[in-house]
């Protein structure tokens, strides 16, 4: 290998092997784009397995299933989903996008950026294998509570190994999208120059670096808890279950803005473009993305206020809750005021985005019902929770890396997608998402628990329209990747500066961006910056 | 920054997916053989193997690469980033075990003595229980241990560890002077410290599961000490490893004056495990 260094340095062309050019790679774009091919197909994966949870909720008595698979299901998609398609789709934009934006040839450590993705596909792998084990896969919960979690099967200690392996893939990813940032900005691309996306990416990659390996020391506690006789989690060796509780969700709050800050920056670069006009309140977008990720640290318990808890911590956790919405309100706000007497068009990218501006702040307004602890003492594990994380995550996670994609697609391929069925493709999706998700906060509300096959009759009705929603939502992969498909095919060639209001520096090189691009650094022009100079 | 001037981007690589497919056998191997079939260890350690043979082709890559001059200051700087916050992680990962203790100690412990919170699960589970440190908890999990004094081998290694500290600072300051001979010995003598702590440390455990009936199942106790000393023990042992690879490097005289952030990546790495030794050393043993 270090023989044809020599000669394979610097610009070359695309490696001519299949195995060269996308086992071996060290480029960020061919990395990002296996980044998103990986998430496509876990979207699907995880989409099954969603479809045969509504197919068994769609009455009421059991109709499908075994409970067991059933419990299986939701365990399995939820794992699919957070840690196999919306985390690797924002890893891949990353990829894809940061250093087209600081002007950078690639990421700092390419040669990690590609363990990274390809440790993915074999966490997974084994993931995925306990379905066809005796004794069947994981069905304790993604949060893999104990002491119910310990009761699983053989399948544990190949879940609590898959998840070792994706941190080790999510850190190293992490590690390098900071070095990156912090040390390969072109010559003038500021810190407070580079567009939000960055900002939001770099922030998001400190909260992996800082929870991952507590997850993974949650998880090594389990692991010995059942197989090495250890009493973390046993009371009656001095352990407490609770404790896990507080370990698991100290990784897992950070974890959800993990899941949405990325989502942020994707949004603030759409609507600017669309509304022709800059981002409004920058800098504040910044500090208030800082602000998010620090308080994410100090709200975990507000996942347990019906576990127990001495009443001062319910109060700290609450009141620490409700502080996040003030920035987050700054965030809604500035969307809103960036689009305020803007020339606005309708292209699809920007559709997806203003849509995820309405149905994610449902999402937030719904999280800030289930902080007040007493209210949560009803909504605790029922369908309003479930109908509270959908919204954030698919119509907030999942509809920003659609946006993304239909956004930087024509920069990706050279081509544009059909505009006619991109819209039909987001319209379907818009009313079929919320038949889905909104009955949910009515079911939650009236007292449906989640994670139980079968329901009281009266909860059928609502039940059998989020059905009818969620088989609607499943044809959509099958239209995007249609859509997609047919524009890399026969799509109309597209300009650099794919839409008349772009800004940036990934606008600046040619659609599609050559292999590489950015061999010499780039000159910075502050006025065709995303974000402009801030200054004045 | 980047300075002006050509970029550095490497070439492909194998070694990653080499890796990859490493770390699944380890750990599919592992999973088989803690559920009870132990044939499958031998595919843990083949997947220990593939792991050992990445890291030797892959470090020896980037070895040849920089002597062959081809990494720049910017490289150099991402090198530093990402060690930086690979020991950031690494802390953060003992922060789980630490934190597990704490809360252990100054919440579930005395709730299950029936203080505050946790009365009820005193009082209709086990009345009879009072909450004390060390303890295995209300059923005595694991059975009577005793704890390892602190003031005996754990203060030695203690002392070892931080001369370990003085030791490789002499050496990184011989490197920078030019001192080979200095250089060799003093990392030598890094090496040997670290080796005569783990040797007590082994010696600790022989001690604690012979004598004391202290256990990995010895209760809340048993599993935070052997899970924290444990974990400290294995990147001990990992960082002498990297310590006497380097020991070898430098005696090839692959580092000069300003060029030896292998060097310091494992210093870093030694003053890391340093510290956690500390805060084990406080919280473990002594307080």
């Given at each position: ?5 020599a ?62 698979f ?8 939820a ?25 950078a040839?690639?990421m ?18 084994l993931?995925?294998s ?13 949060t893999m ?10 399948a ?32 003038g ?77 994707i ?25 998010i990720?620090?308080?994410s ?7 347990m ?5 001495p ?28 689009m ?8 699809t ?35 309003f929770?479930?109908?509270h ?12 890396i ?7 697609w ?24 919320n ?18 096959p ?6 059928a ?26 524009s ?39 006025s ?9 | ?16 997916i080499?890796?990859?497919i ?10 088989h ?34 002597i ?5 200051r ?63 908890g ?24 931080l ?5 490789i ?22 090496v ?35 899970m ?27 580092f ?13 790495y ?12 406080m919280?473990?043993?002594?307080l």
């Amino acid at each position: 290998m270090a023989t044809h260094a020599a000669t394979h340095d610097h610009h070359d062309e695309k490696p001519e092997g299949f195995l060269d050019r996308w086992l071996f790679t060290t480029n960020h774009k061919d990395i990002g784009t296996l980044y998103l091919v990986f998430a496509f197909i876990m979207v699907c994966i995880g989409g099954a397995m969603s479809g045969v949870i509504r197919a068994e909720l769609m009455k009421p008595g059991m109709q499908l299933v075994q409970p067991y698979f059933f419990n299986e299901m939701t365990t399995m998609h939820a794992l699919v989903m957070i840690f196999g398609a919306i985390m690797p789709a924002f890893v891949g934009l990353a990829n894809w996008m940061v250093p087209l934006m600081i002007g950078a040839p690639d990421m700092a450590l390419p040669r990690m950026n590609n363990w990274s993705f390809w440790i993915l596909p074999f966490a997974f792998a084994l993931l995925l294998s306990t379905l066809f084990m005796a004794g069947g896969a994981p069905a304790g919960g993604w949060t893999m509570y104990p002491p119910l979690v310990l009761q699983g099967g053989n399948a544990i200690a190949f879940m609590i190994f898959a998840i070792h392996l994706m941190g080790i893939s999510s850190i190293m990813g992490a590690i390098n999208i900071i070095a990156t940032i912090l040390n390969m900005r072109a010559p003038g691309m500021d810190l407070l120059k580079m567009p939000l996306f960055v900002w939001t990416w770099l922030i998001t990659a400190f909260l992996l670096i800082a929870v991952m390996p507590v997850l993974a020391g949650a998880v090594t506690m389990l692991l010995t808890d059942k197989y090495f006789g250890t009493s973390f989690f046993n009371a009656a060796g001095g352990g407490d279950p609770v404790m896990y509780q507080h370990i698991f969700w100290f990784f897992g709050h950070p974890e959800v803005y993990i899941m949405i800050l990325p989502a942020f920056g994707i949004v603030s670069e759409i609507i600017p473009t669309f509304a022709r006009k800059p981002l409004f309140g920058y800098r504040a977008m910044v500090y208030a993305t800082a602000c998010i990720a620090f308080l994410s640290f100090i709200v975990w318990a507000h996942h347990m206020f019906t576990v127990g808890m001495p009443l001062g911590g319910e109060l700290f956790f609450m009141y620490a809750t409700m502080l996040i919405a003030i920035p987050t309100g700054v965030k809604v706000f500035n969307w809103v005021t960036t689009m305020w007497r803007g020339s606005l068009t309708f292209e699809t990218p920007m559709r997806w985005a203003i849509a995820f501006v309405i149905l994610f702040t449902i999402g937030g307004f719904s999280g800030v019902m289930l902080a007040i602890v007493p209210a949560d003492f009803q909504y605790q594990d029922t369908y309003f929770v479930v109908a509270h994380f959908h919204y954030v995550l698919v119509t907030g996670a999942l509809f920003s890396i659609i946006a993304a994609i239909y956004y930087w697609w024509p920069k990706w391929t050279g081509r544009m997608y059909n505009e006619k069925w991109a819209k039909f493709h987001f319209w379907w999706s818009m009313v079929f998402v919320n038949v889905l998700f909104f009955p949910q906060h009515f079911l939650g509300l009236a007292g449906m628990p989640r994670r139980i096959p079968d329901y009281n009759v009266a909860f059928a009705d609502f039940n059998f329209i989020s059905s009818i929603g969620a088989f609607g939502m499943l044809l959509t992969p099958i239209m995007f990747f249609f859509i997609l498909w047919h524009s890399k095919k026969y799509g109309a060639k597209a300009d650099a500066r794919s839409w008349e209001g772009a800004k940036g520096l990934e606008w600046t090189v040619p659609s599609p961006a050559p292999h590489h691009t950015f061999s010499t650094p780039p000159v910075i022009d502050d006025s065709a910056l995303a974000h402009g100079d801030v200054t004045h | 920054m980047a300075q002006q001037g050509a970029y550095y981007v490497p070439h492909g690589s194998r070694w990653p997916i080499v890796g990859s497919i490493g770390l699944f056998t380890t750990v599919f191997g592992a999973a088989h053989w803690i559920n009870g079939n132990d044939g499958w260890r031998w595919v843990m350690f083949a997947g220990i193997a593939v792991l050992l043979v990445m890291m030797f082709g892959w470090f020896g890559t980037v070895i040849r690469e920089s002597i062959g001059g081809m990494y720049n200051r910017q490289v150099d700087t991402s090198f530093r980033m990402g060690m930086i916050w690979f020991i950031f992680s690494e802390v953060m990962f003992f922060g789980a075990f630490f934190g597990a203790l704490f809360y252990a100690r100054s919440l579930s412990v005395p709730w299950l003595g029936g203080e505050g919170h946790g009365a009820l699960t005193h009082d209709v589970l086990w009345s009879s229980f009072t909450a004390a440190w060390p303890t295995n908890g209300p059923q005595g999990i694991g059975g009577a241990f005793e704890t390892m004094a602190p003031w005996g081998i754990p203060l030695l290694n203690t002392l070892l560890l931080l001369s370990s500290g003085v030791t490789i600072t002499i050496a990184h300051h011989a490197l920078k002077a030019g001192q080979r001979k200095k250089l060799l010995a003093f990392l030598a003598a890094t090496v040997l410290l670290g080796a005569t702590f783990l040797f007590f440390q082994a010696h600790e455990y022989i001690e604690a599961y012979t004598h004391l009936n202290l256990t990995l199942q010895s209760g809340i106790y048993g599993s935070t000490f052997f899970m924290l000393t444990g974990f400290h023990g294995l990147h001990v042992t990992l960082g002498a490893i990297m310590l006497t690879v380097i020991w070898f490097r430098c005696a090839k005289g692959h580092f000069d004056k300003e060029h030896h952030f292998g060097f310091e990546a494992v210093a870093w790495y030694w003053h890391f495990v340093d510290v956690v030794w500390l805060g084990l050393f406080m919280f473990v043993y002594v307080l």
